[in-house]
């Protein structure tokens, strides 16, 4: 079972991986000026995306400590307890993936899950455009 997890992990690092060299080799649209201001409307919404990222990080990094620190509590664990971590960490794995690739460049619409993990990236990876 951990091999089948580690496998679909690997499986998807390696699908995304290639989903942001592809869009990343596309040229740009001609319309896309990299050196506009962003919209007040965009930028309010790329900073809620960057808090919801952060929020979710903590709430995850939580229940993972309280159920590490239960383990070394000496409380009892479920007799399938293997299964239940698997199943605990691939629905986080899979929330935080939603999370992070649920936001877009507002200039170009590159993916921001592909160039950043927690916070929002100083500019766009694909247009150079800034978002600070
Ligand atoms: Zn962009």
Redesign the pocket.
Known sequence: MALIVLAALIVAAAILLALRARRLAQPLPAD?D?AAPLAPGDLLRLRRWERRLRRVFWIIGSVYLALVGASLGGLEAPPDRLALVLTLFGATCLLGAMIQFSER??????NLGFQSRLLLPES??????RYR
């Open positions: 896309v990299p460049c507002p200039r170009c619409g590159y766009c990876e694909r247009c150079g455009g």
